[in-house]
C-alpha cells in the first residue's frame, strides 16, 4: 500500500439503524445477526492474513483508520511504497541469488505506475484481484500462494512458515507469512526416491485406515488376548443345559381341591358326628 493511504476493518452494522416497534426477542435477533456476520469476516481476515483472531478483532472493535505500518502487522499488505521522492533507504539484503533479478521486477513500468495512480483516484476499477493458489509440496504439504498470476515470486504473501520443496525441484522459504527466498531446481538425486518413499507411505495410511478397528473392537481383543486367546476362550465357555422340569403338581390324597368339595367334605363330617356310622 502507498505510504499515505489509510485502511479501516470495523464490526457490521445496519446502515441507517433499525426502525420500528421492537421487543426483547427482535433486537437479540438482529443481534445474533451482526455476530453471525462478524465471525465471518473475523474468519476471513484470520485465514487471508494468518494473524491472531484476537488481535484482528481488537482492531475492528477500535472502529478507526490505520496507517502502513500497522496494516504490514496486521497481515492486509506486505509492504508500503515509498513515494518516488523519498530518500533512498537501507534495504535488508536477502541472501537469494535470484536477488539482482528481483529488483529489476520490483521496478514498475511508466504503464505500470499510470495504472496504479489510475486506481488510486479511481478511475481504473478493474484492478485484477489477488486469488489463493495452492501448491501441493513433495512431502504432501499444501502451501498456499497469494498472488493475482503467473509464477510464485519472493514478497508474495503464502502459509504456513517453513522452508519447501515443490515438485519442480524448487525450494520455497516462508517467514511470518512472506516468500523470503526461492532456490532453483536442488540437485538431490535422492529426490525420485523420497517422492516414491512418500507415495508409499500415503498408500499404507490408506490401508491402515480402511482396516482401523474401533477402540470396543480394541478392548474385545485386548480381554481375550490377556485371559489366553480364543483357545483359552472356549474353555471356559459354559455347556451347561437346563432339564426339562417333569414334576407335576398333584393334591394330597383326601385333600380338596376345590371350594364345593370342601364344602361337601365339611358336611359329610358333620352329619358323620351327628347321626353316627349307621348301616
Same mark, same amino acid.
Given at each position: 500500500?502507498?505510504?499515505?493511504?489509510?485502511?479501516? +476493518?470495523?464490526?457490521?452494522?445496519?446502515?441507517?439503524?433499525?426502525?420500528?416497534?421492537?421487543?426483547?426477542? %427482535?433486537?437479540?435477533?438482529?443481534?445474533?445477526?451482526?455476530?453471525? #456476520?462478524?465471525?465471518?469476516?473475523?474468519?476471513?481476515?484470520?485465514?487471508?492474513?494468518?494473524?491472531?483472531?484476537?488481535?484482528?478483532? /481488537?482492531?475492528?472493535?477500535?472502529?478507526?483508520?490505520?496507517?502502513?505500518? !500497522?496494516?504490514?502487522?496486521?497481515?492486509?499488505?506486505?509492504?508500503?511504497?515509498?513515494?518516488?521522492?523519498?530518500? !533512498?533507504?537501507?534495504?535488508?539484503?536477502?541472501?537469494?541469488?535470484?536477488? #539482482?533479478?528481483? %529488483?529489476?521486477?520490483?521496478? @514498475?513500468?511508466?504503464?505500470?505506475?499510470?495504472?496504479?495512480?489510475? *486506481?488510486?483516484?479511481?478511475?481504473?476499477?478493474?484492478?485484477?484481484?489477488?486469488?489463493?493458489?495452492?501448491?501441493?509440496? *513433495?512431502?504432501?504439504?499444501?502451501?498456499?500462494?497469494?498472488?493475482? #498470476?503467473?509464477? +510464485?515470486?519472493?514478497?508474495?504473501?503464502?502459509?504456513?512458515?517453513?522452508?519447501?520443496?515443490?515438485?519442480?525441484?524448487?525450494?520455497? &522459504?516462508?517467514?511470518?507469512?512472506?516468500?523470503?527466498?526461492? !532456490?532453483?531446481?536442488?540437485?538431490?538425486?535422492?529426490?525420485?526416491?523420497?517422492?516414491?518413499?512418500?507415495?508409499?507411505?500415503? /498408500?499404507?495410511?490408506? &490401508?491402515?485406515?480402511?482396516?482401523?478397528?474401533?477402540?470396543?473392537?480394541?478392548?474385545?481383543? $485386548? $480381554?481375550?488376548?490377556?485371559?489366553?486367546?480364543?483357545?483359552?476362550?472356549?474353555?471356559?465357555?459354559?455347556?451347561? &443345559?437346563?432339564?426339562?422340569?417333569? #414334576?407335576?403338581?398333584?393334591?394330597? !390324597?383326601?385333600? @380338596? *381341591?376345590?371350594?364345593?368339595?370342601?364344602?361337601?367334605?365339611?358336611?359329610?363330617?358333620?352329619? %358323620?358326628?351327628?347321626?353316627?356310622?349307621?348301616?
Amino acid at each position: 500500500m502507498n505510504e499515505h493511504a489509510q485502511l479501516l +476493518i470495523h464490526s457490521p452494522y445496519f446502515p441507517g439503524g433499525i426502525s420500528g416497534d421492537m421487543n426483547q426477542a %427482535k433486537l437479540r435477533q438482529y443481534a445474533d445477526a451482526l455476530d453471525n #456476520e462478524k465471525n465471518k469476516m473475523i474468519d476471513l481476515y484470520v485465514e487471508r492474513t494468518g494473524k491472531d483472531r484476537i488481535a484482528l478483532e /481488537a482492531q475492528m472493535n477500535l472502529d478507526d483508520w490505520f496507517g502502513g505500518d !500497522k496494516a504490514v502487522e496486521l497481515g492486509f499488505v506486505s509492504h508500503v511504497i515509498q513515494p518516488a521522492s523519498a530518500v !533512498k533507504k537501507e534495504v535488508p539484503i536477502i541472501n537469494n541469488k535470484n536477488q #539482482e533479478n528481483m %529488483k529489476e521486477k520490483e521496478k @514498475p513500468s511508466i504503464a505500470a505506475a499510470f495504472r496504479q495512480l489510475g *486506481v488510486a483516484l479511481g478511475v481504473v476499477n478493474d484492478e485484477p484481484q489477488a486469488v489463493d493458489m495452492v501448491i501441493t509440496t *513433495v512431502t504432501g504439504v499444501e502451501l498456499t500462494v497469494e498472488r493475482e #498470476e503467473g509464477d +510464485i515470486q519472493v514478497g508474495d504473501q503464502a502459509s504456513p512458515d517453513g522452508e519447501f520443496v515443490l515438485e519442480d525441484g524448487r525450494q520455497v &522459504t516462508v517467514e511470518n507469512g512472506v516468500i523470503t527466498e526461492i !532456490k532453483e531446481e536442488v540437485t538431490n538425486p535422492d529426490m525420485n526416491a523420497l517422492q516414491a518413499e512418500n507415495e508409499q507411505l500415503k /498408500a499404507e495410511i490408506a &490401508t491402515l485406515k480402511a482396516g482401523a478397528k474401533t477402540e470396543d473392537d480394541n478392548k474385545v481383543l $485386548a $480381554a481375550v488376548a490377556k485371559i489366553g486367546g480364543l483357545e483359552a476362550l472356549s474353555k471356559i465357555q459354559s455347556t451347561y &443345559t437346563p432339564a426339562r422340569r417333569t #414334576e407335576k403338581f398333584e393334591p394330597k !390324597k383326601n385333600e @380338596p *381341591v376345590s371350594m364345593i368339595e370342601k364344602k361337601l367334605a365339611e358336611a359329610r363330617e358333620r352329619n %358323620k358326628n351327628k347321626y353316627g356310622n349307621r348301616k
